[in-house]
């Protein structure tokens, strides 16, 4: 179970939804789906489709990059895959298994800006472009909440449109493009606005609820559910913005992986069609999502509020997506040069309950984000301004350890270090984090996308009354991710998450993926 202060919407960790018709017969006819989290939304739609064919769908829900790694190592144990945008497939099926791919519904990516701050800027009701956004960012008129364009396709989707606005709108971005260096100063001048990151859409956006942001950039049906809670709450709303010189637009597409079992084409054939038949095309259009099959109804019309810039009669650029190669450049691009830089404490539980083979995957797991020939196979390679802070810790904050940048050498270095490092001692989880608001107070942190990853396998002594004095005094505005292992007490972990507004992820059943998507928040 995946636990913590906002729901469990991560686009990368996976859950698993399977929706019978009721039926026990082992003969039953069945499809396994691996999809975006975006979908859960549809549910309901897919278990009215079960009820009718006695069949049963089964979705595991993933991020982009682990949908593409799955595709890349060709589908293996998959029926289908439906994930935010094409080019998750494109990159991701090298092996050419899937077929009949078809777009189920459609989204762009928008910014959503609170409506009094897009008045002030005078964006009401105006083509806006992407130097107006710039300029206002770099007067510090707004900042704003943008998941990571490594983990997350709303992030990459947006990250490619700025690409293609300051390139002048090519027709399609090349490998080339990419060194140019006036581009390169505007694109990070851009994402220096950002002053939350996340791995998550859904997050993103639960996040925002539930703080006081300026903006965010997501896909406009997250928007308009957005603004829904906002209003139900008495809260100002977002209006959404369509950068004139393009959007990209997340197209959801669904995809058979041909495994050679022509029952489950069929089956799959049968699903896709009830899709994009007439009446559910019209129930998707209620979950604020456009449908290109028909047009928007007028009974869904109140949906897409004008009033909050969403116009559906209005005529959007969008962007075309690069080719695969291109597009991986540049998500290495940003990972390593452009995007906001980082500044991650990682509170590492050294304590003696750790010894053998939580100690064994502790160290891996730091391996998977050290050794940079790993980490860039997860597009998570250390940026070159970015600063990691190491605690080492038990019952007492054994060692602390700081590397700037991304040399590879330095950081392979620190993980030889740590990992000649023996666990003993007991466990207190709150000095450490302690420890980093300390470090965080005396520092400038403005520049940085701040957060701590703390792993633990134990309980400790109640200090949270402690921490929560020193960081309701701090002022700071950053996130405790937790990897729960172990015997760790999830209560003390989720209680740091809500006070934080973060999350705890289980590192239960895989510490190495736990950490992997723990930095991918950051």
């Not at 595709?71 to 935010?84: H, I, M, S």
């Not at 080019?87 to 928008?110: C, E, N, R």
């Not at 559910?280 to 009033?307: A, C, M, V, W, Y």
Request: charged share 25%; proline share 4%.
């Amino acid at each position: 179970m995946i636990m913590g202060f906002l729901k469990p919407s991560g686009l990368f960790i996976v859950l698993v939804f399977v929706i019978l018709s009721g039926c026990t017969d082992n003969s039953i006819d069945s499809l396994e789906i691996v999809s975006g989290s975006e979908n859960r939304e549809l549910e309901f739609l897919i278990k009215d489709f079960c009820d009718k064919n006695n069949a049963a769908i089964n979705i595991s829900y993933m991020g982009s990059l682990d949908i593409m790694k799955i595709l890349r190592q060709g589908g293996k144990g998959y029926d289908g895959v439906w994930p935010a945008n094409s080019m998750w497939i494109s990159l991701g099926d090298t092996s050419f298994k899937v077929k009949h791919t078809a777009s189920i519904y459609q989204t762009p990516v928008v910014f959503g800006i609170k409506k009094s701050i897009a008045r002030d800027l005078g964006f009401i009701s105006k083509d806006v472009s992407v130097n107006d956004i710039l300029k206002a960012i770099k007067a510090r008129s707004f900042s704003f909440c943008m998941t990571s364009a490594t983990q997350s396709n709303s992030g990459a989707c947006a990250y490619i449109s700025f690409l293609y606005a300051f390139l002048g709108n090519p027709q399609m971005i090349s490998a080339g493009d990419l060194d140019n260096p006036d581009l390169q100063r505007a694109v990070t001048e851009l994402l220096g606005g950002v002053n939350r990151s996340s791995g998550s859409s859904d997050w993103l956006k639960d996040l925002f609820l539930a703080s006081d942001y300026d903006a965010m950039v997501n896909y406009e049906t997250l928007i308009i559910s957005a603004n829904k809670r906002l209003r139900e709450e008495g809260r100002e709303p977002l209006y959404a913005i369509y950068p004139k010189e393009g959007v990209a637009m997340a197209d959801s597409p669904l995809g058979y992986i041909d495994n050679g079992d022509p029952r489950k084409e069929k089956l799959f054939k049968k699903f896709q069609e009830y899709l994009l038949s007439r009446p559910i095309q019209l129930e998707i259009q209620k979950t604020g999502k456009r449908t290109g099959f028909i047009p928007i109804s007028g009974e869904n019309n109140i949906i897409f509020d004008k009033n909050d810039g969403i116009d559906i009669n209005r005529t959007l650029s969008i962007v075309k997506m690069p080719g695969a190669d291109t597009i991986e450049m540049a998500l290495e691009l940003y990972q390593q040069r452009l995007k906001k830089p980082s500044l991650t404490f990682y509170c590492l539980d050294f304590s003696g309950s750790m010894s053998g083979q939580a100690e064994k995957q502790l160290k891996e797991a730091l391996r998977n984000l050290l050794d940079q020939n790993i980490a860039k196979q997860n597009l998570l390679s250390a940026g070159r301004r970015d600063e990691h802070v190491f605690i080492l810790f038990s019952g007492e904050i054994r060692e602390i350890i700081a590397v700037s940048g991304n040399d590879p050498q330095q950081l392979l270095n620190v993980y030889n270090y740590i990992n000649s490092v023996p666990p003993g001692g007991g466990t207190n989880i709150y000095r450490p984090v302690i420890k980093c608001l300390e470090i965080m107070r005396a520092s400038n942190i403005e520049d940085y996308i701040s957060a701590v990853i703390l792993m633990t396998d134990g309980e400790s002594s109640d200090y949270s009354g402690e921490f929560k004095r020193i960081y309701e005094a701090s002022g700071l505005d950053v996130p405790v991710f937790s990897i729960m292992f172990g015997e760790a007490n999830p209560d003390q972990l989720t209680e740091l998450a809500a006070r934080t507004k973060a999350r705890v992820f289980d590192g239960k059943t895989d510490l190495v993926t736990a950490f992997r998507n723990a930095k991918g928040y950051n």
